[in-house]
Each structure stands twice: as C-alpha cells, then as structure tokens.
C-alpha cells in the first residue's frame, strides 16, 4: 500500500532527502521510501520507480513529497516521525553552523567579502538561470548540478568568456583553486602542476598520484565533460591552458579528457603547441602513436601524473607500468573480470585497457547500463545517469554497489572483481567499512564453493584527507581485498590474471606545424587562481564546509526556486531584475 506525505514549502536540497530515503526504507515493515521534492522531473521518477499516487500531484516543486510503501499503516506515524526529527536537526545545524547565510542574490552578495566565485549545486532544470544570474554579477561559476542543456552550456560559456570569467561545468565534480578544494575533492599539497581537466574522477586520481610521489597542485581546474565537444568547442579549458601557461608558478601543464571532438582535439593541441612549458596530455581511450618534443602524450591517469612529476623535477619522461602481487588460483571456468566503479573515468580507463588486452578474442555488447559488457566481461559507472536517478552518487552511497557486489557471487565465471574507493571532501565518510563487510562475504562464498576470487581494490586519496587513506586501505586488506596503489595497476593486475596482457604504446618523436595564438588571458581569471576564492556557495551545505575549513570564506546561499517554481515565471523575473539593475 502506498502512503503519501506532502510537507508543503519545506525545501532541501536532494542529496540530503535521497540520504534519508535510504535510512527510513531500513524500517522493519517498510518495503521502501522515496523523498524527493515535488519537482515535475521528480513525479515521472515516483511514477517509474511505482511510487506514483494520486496525492503526488497535488505537491508543487517547493513541496516535499513522501511516499511510504508499507502494508502496516501504523508505520506511516513512524516515518513522519523521523521525517520530523531529521529536518529538524538538518535545520538546528543550519542555525549553529559557522559564517552567514542568505536566502536570495541580494543578501549573498551583501555577505559575501568580494566575491569571485559561485559554487552551484542545485537542481538541473534551475542551475543554468542561477549561473546566469552569478555571471551578471561577475562571477567565476563552478557548476556542480547536472542535467543542464548543452544550449545552455554553450551560451553560458560564451558569455562568460566575453567577461573575462571562467564557467567550471555543468556535471564538474572537482576543482582545486589555489589550495581550495571544490565538491568531490582531495586534500592535496600545492605545488607547481598545472591541471585542466574534463573529468572529475580523472583529475582525482592525477592530483592524490602526484601527491603521494612529494610533488604538489597550483591549481586544478575542472570543465565540465562536454567542454570538448563539437558545440561547446574547449572554451574554458582553452581559457584555462592559457591561464596555466601566464601563471609563473606553474612549470608542468597537465591536460585531461575522454577523447574529445575530432576538430576540438586539433584546435586544443595546436593551442599547446604555442606554449614553452613542458605539457602532458591525456585523451583517454585516444591510444598514443607519437609523441613531441614539448609535449607529452600519456595512454593511463597514472603515467599522466607519474610523468608530470618527473617533468616537474626537471628528468626525462620514463613510465614503467606496474601489476600487484597476487597470489591466487583460479578454476579454469573463471575467466571473466568485473568492475563496480564510483569514478566515471575511471571505469572508462578500466573499459580501455580490457578492450586493448582482449581486442582480438572478445565481442563487446552495446548497453546504456554498462561501460564495457562482454560475455565475459563487465565494467560498470555507478555514478551514470542510469544508476543515480533519485539516488545519491555512490561516491556517497554505497547501496548499489553493494548490491552489484551481492550479484557477483552467484556468478561461477568470475575471476577478478575490481572496486575504487575515491575519499575526499564531499565523499562518504568511511566507504571502505561500508565495502568491507560484502567483500569478506563473497570471498567466504566463494570459498565454500571451492574456488578462488580476487578482489581487488584501489583507494583515490591522499593522507590529508579526511576519512585517512592508509586508515582506508587497512580496512579493505583486513576484508581480504588486495590493494593496488593506482587504477592502472589494478586493471592491468586483473588481466594478468585472466590470461591478458596490455602493451604500453610503442612512440617516436614526431614535430608538428602549427598556427600561432595569442596566450593572453583575462586579468580576473588570472587573478582568480592566483588566490583563495571568495565563495558564494548555492546549494549543497557541505560544500561550504569544505571550503571553510581550507581557510576561504564562503556565504551559504540557502537557495529555493521562487515563483513557484515555474521556470517560464522565472526567466521573466529574471530578466526583470538584471533589465533594471536590480538583485532578487
């Protein structure tokens, strides 16, 4: 029977509501809870998860919605109850958290002390106005949210890059702007690496790499993943290149991204010919057949950070690729290696190195839901869009990973099962206990079965962060997983295993012409990564955590839609507001 509960103009933020959904449906007698604000976007999701009601309707997007399934009605009570008792605690921290709060444009702007950064992390169908809104105010935008059009993107940038201002995103989870850490992102020593990167998870490993080997980060500056694109053509990583390139700190320039637009690939490298600074280049899933005298192009993240150190201490380019040591004994039967991945890049560089290992003795299958499916291998995103619609990333929630990982017992051809564990600011705050209790179950299966299981796993982090790295490692080696110091290593690992062997790509030297560009920048942009941001932070609180604690100062922007939330209501108010000169 479903239950429904509307708390009417009570708005959270959705990482917050989905976190709580997942504690209530642990009710005994509960079969399952759904919070979600009464957006039109979250009804179709109530309505494709068979949690649609007639009262559903009735909630508007600043109403929360509660749908309770459950055959014991009494149990309807309880769920109110512990509704009650966590937004009451999510609004006394709100009340005793430490620095000001506004509640629209005018007041964060009044707070905040010169501010040159918005941090947004709203909604999708709302996040593009509120960047808008950041860029009349002259501000650098750091757009978290995703499911923003590439229309948007596309006119966002533009408009930005006519100000002078840097536009990180949409879908940008990690950014590090002089020592300050923005959303998913680890506490990494500054130094003098300079990284540009399309990829959140991508960037999170180079940085903790390079951490670990005693180099340090000037500044990482994410672009959001469809910034190479043909439509959006490179415009802040460009911006951003050049802005790396006049920073007199920065003595290696690192370059990273799936592969981009055929066209926008020549038009970023042509840019990087022009510059003196030794650059590294990562286009994953782009194999290397060359390389230039200035520039560097590496195959995996880890010989992208491996390189950028020793270009960093002034030695010559020399990447040796690595595997663990494992000691286990398969049936002839396992063949097959498995990846649950949090990190998108990540599972993308695992997809990577089983297709080039296996090219001529595997048929891959198309599916939406997997990064690689073969009939004896599977590599998947849990952080897709497919996994996470009204749930929370698995960076946060280990849910789905766990039951992927319940999955993988049943299946008698398994060999190897691959996992990360990416820590940092914005992430779980002890996955590894979250992981260890199913990983000692499987191998405990797979045992009683008579037959071996590797699993293996691999922590992005560094021992600055929070949830402690080594502590992290000790409690997955103590579940039985064998920990590889990088992604790279543990993929290549898991091939071995199965019989495989990946080549490290075989490169001359090669020299390139190409059309000079100027390398001039926008002095705000300059100035923007040349100190600690001035944050106005919209949205996710722990996100102004994070940035306070680095020593920033940071406004909470309590953000809620107005009008309603009618989109079209506004726009209007919107340009109503900026026509006039006005603030809402």
Request: glycine residues 8%.
């Amino acid at each position: 029977m479903l239950y429904t509960i509307i708390k009417e103009n009570t708005y959270k933020d959705s990482i917050v509501l989905m976190l709580l959904s997942n504690k209530l449906s642990a009710i005994d007698g509960v079969n399952k809870v759904s919070i979600m604000m009464g957006t039109p976007a979250n009804k179709d999701i109530f309505k494709s998860s068979g949690l649609g009601t007639d009262e559903l309707e009735k909630a508007k997007p600043n109403d929360i919605v509660i749908v309770v399934d459950t055959d014991q009605e009494e149990k309807v009570d309880e769920v109110k109850e512990e509704v009650e008792i966590a937004l009451k605690g999510d609004s006394d921290s709100q009340n005793t958290s430490k620095g000001q709060e506004a509640h629209n444009w005018k007041r964060a702007m009044e707070l905040a002390n010169n501010p040159n950064l918005a941090l947004i992390s709203i909604p999708g169908q709302y996040a593009a106005m509120e960047a808008e809104n950041a860029l009349n105010e002259g501000l650098h935008v750091f757009m978290f949210s995703d499911n923003v059009s590439k229309e948007d993107e596309v006119k966002l940038k533009q408009k930005a890059h006519e100000k002078g201002l840097l536009v990180m995103g949409p879908d940008c989870g990690t950014a590090l702007i002089h020592g300050v850490p923005l959303a998913f992102t680890n506490n990494v020593n500054e130094g003098d690496i300079g990284i540009v990167g399309a990829s959140g998870t991508g960037i999170q490993e180079v940085t903790t790499i390079i951490d670990r080997y005693g180099k340090g980060v000037t500044n990482a500056l994410g672009t959001g993943g469809r910034d190479l694109s043909t439509e959006v053509g490179a415009i802040t990583m460009l911006d951003s290149i050049k802005a790396l390139n006049q920073d007199p700190k920065v003595k290696v320039i690192t370059v990273i991204s799936k592969p981009p637009a055929e066209e926008v690939q020549r038009k970023v490298l042509n840019l990087l010919r022009n510059i003196d600074k030794p650059v590294v280049t990562l286009f994953l899933g782009d194999k290397p057949s060359y390389q230039e005298e200035n520039i560097y192009h590496a195959y995996t993240l880890e010989e992208a950070a491996v390189v950028a150190v020793q270009l960093s201490n002034g030695d010559k380019p020399n990447f040796e690729p690595t595997t663990a040591d494992v000691n286990v004994v398969l049936n002839e039967s396992q063949v097959g290696i498995k990846g649950y991945y949090s990190g998108g890049t990540l599972a993308s560089e695992a997809a990577m190195l089983v297709r080039d290992a296996f090219k001529d003795a595997m048929t891959e299958e198309k599916s939406e839901s997997y990064v690689l499916k073969t009939n004896t291998h599977e590599i998947i995103d849990l952080g897709d869009d497919v996994y996470t619609k009204g749930k929370p990333h698995p960076m946060i929630d280990p849910e789905k990973r766990i039951e992927m990982l319940e999955k993988s017992m049943n299946d008698p051809e398994t060999a190897v099962i691959m996992i990360d564990n990416v820590i940092g600011n914005g992430g779980h705050e002890d996955m590894a206990s979250e992981l260890a209790p199913i990983i000692k179950r499987i191998l405990d299966s797979a045992r009683q079965e008579c037959r071996q299981l590797a699993v293996l796993a691999t922590v992005v982090g560094t021992a600055q962060d929070i949830q402690g790295y080594e502590k992290q490692i000790e409690i997955l080696k103590e579940s039985g997983a064998i920990i590889c110091k990088t992604n790279d290593q543990m993929v290549r690992t898991a091939i071995q295993l199965v019989g495989g062997k990946v080549e490290q790509p075989i490169t001359d030297v090669q020299k390139f012409d190409y059309t000079e560009e100027s390398l001039v920048v926008d002095e705000k942009i300059m100035s923007f990564i040349n100190m600690k941001p001035s944050v106005i932070n919209i949205g996710l609180k722990s996100f102004t955590e994070a940035v306070q604690n680095s020593g920033s100062e940071c406004v909470q922007f309590n953000w809620r839609p107005i009008a309603g939330g009618d989109e079209k209501l506004m726009k209007v108010l919107q340009f109503l507001n900026y026509y006039e000169g006005g603030t809402i």
